[in-house]
């Protein structure tokens, strides 16, 4: 057993190591327990400065309250200043369909450092330990949270900080007991409803015998993961920039971002960068892997889920909110009689056309397939899928291109706006003849 020099030395460290200069004010959270009677504790005999914060949920009615008073008692007896707040955990969790443990942890976390800021203190310490890790670690496992979650808890993470960290529930408890110090015991913890109380009542225990020193390991995993999953978050960012175009894309589509296809190819980062992306839009897994899929498939294959839809283009992938829908543009006619001023602007969302070559009713839809067009300069005819093609209009706005159609059924002129492009090809059979009235029609 350590003696009471080597445990002060050894904390001592351990507060340094979460980045605590002497002399800077530590707001001690407490519930009583053993772990955190013993972070006070410790924080008292090595000298800190550190005021102590309590929140009484009231879960356990009057357990709940005579907790609150032994830290007040201890508080005053070690001329510590001592805070206090009730909460009522339940009715959040009651309002917003959170298990009441969450709720308590959300209040909890928001009292602490709403009391942080007021008092200027310069950290939040808590009692986590090394068997709360290994407990995280493996609750993040069965709940199948997303792997760089999986490095659980640091020294320090923000303002919140835990020096006990490296310290077995083993260590606290010979240490309380070596110092005399008194604690209290949360009945609830013993409860077989909630997840982490099985982990650590039965789960933890079996490992144990299975292999001594199982809780180590599963700590010491616990913070190679954390230190590997910082690393791969930064490339993954890094590879998240080049890889996913947030930019020039309110047009009115619903597409969401385009991911360049390219830039996927060429990092080991690709594919996790938009499994990632899709599993914070609800994807499922087997949906993702067929999105994997995606990229080797044809221009123009896609696949949904819920409202999305991720669509392969040209040098792209787009996710868009929903299906891509029909742009419906306006087509406005005007008759030209006086040309005395008239001059032909190079407008492509504008065609000119001589009034008596037009065969009335024109009829303004959008394409579809199998329409051609007799284009300018050009004997046959071609498809409008392929001008489109030509054209490199992404698949997921050619439902947008429009058609002119005559009387005859011959279409006179393409219109496609998308995006900062607007495209059209006019017939042939669209003359202007000067001296003769000309009709515009203009598409809006």
Sequence with gaps: MSSTRENNIRFSKDLDR??????????????????SMLLLHALKTIGARFEVAHVNFKLRGEESDKDEEFISNWCKNNCVVFHSESMDAKGLA?????????????????????????????????????????ETLLLHLLRSTNPSSLGCMSHRNGDVIRPLLNW??????????????????????????????????????????????????????????????NAVESAMSDASRAIVNYSDLDNGDGVLCKLDLHAMGS????????????????????????????????????????????????????????????????????????????SFPNDPSILWAGSEEIKEPTKWRAWEHGDKITPTGMDGSVN?????????????????????????????????????????????????????????????
């Design 94 to 134: 009651d309002k917003t369909g959170k298990g009441i443990q969450d709720a308590a942890r959300v209040l909890r976390y928001e009292y602490f450092e709403s009391l942080k800021n007021k008092l200027d203190a310069h950290a939040i310490a808590v009692a986590h330990h090394e068997n709360d890790q290994a």
């Design 267 to 342: 990092s080991i980062w690709g594919d996790l960068v938009v499994d990632r992306m899709l599993a914070e839009r609800g994807w499922p897994v087997g949906s993702r892997e067929e999105a994997m899929i995606l990229k080797r498939s044809t221009v123009g294959a896609s696949i949904c889920y819920g409202g999305d839809i991720l669509l392969r283009e040209r040098d792209y992938l787009s996710l868009s909110r929903k299906a891509l829908t029909l742009i419906a543009f306006q087509l406005e006619r005007t008759l030209i009689d006086d040309l005395s001023d008239l």
């Design 384 to 444: 409008v899928s392929d001008l489109l093609t030509q054209w490199k209009v992404p698949h997921g706005a050619r439902n947008s291109a429009h058609v002119l159609e005559d009387a005859e059924g011959d279409i006179l002129w393409v219109y496609i706006s998308f995006e900062d492009t607007v495209l059209s090809r006019v017939s042939r059979k669209v003359k202007v003849n000067l001296g003769e009235p000309i009709v515009a029609f203009k598409a809006s």
């Design 168 to 229: 077995t529930r083993d260590e606290i408890i010979a240490w309380l007991k070596l110092e005399d110090v008194e604690y209290r015991i949360d009945s609830s913890n013993a409860s077989e409803k909630y997840t982490r109380n099985r982990i650590r009542h039965e789960v933890l225990p079996l490992l144990e015998s299975i292999r001594k020193g199982t809780t180590g390991h599963l700590a010491d995993w616990a913070n190679r993961l954390r230190i590997r999953s």
């Design 18 to 35: 979460c980045g605590i200069i002497d002399g800077e004010l530590i707001l001690a959270t407490c519930s009583g327990g053993p772990d």
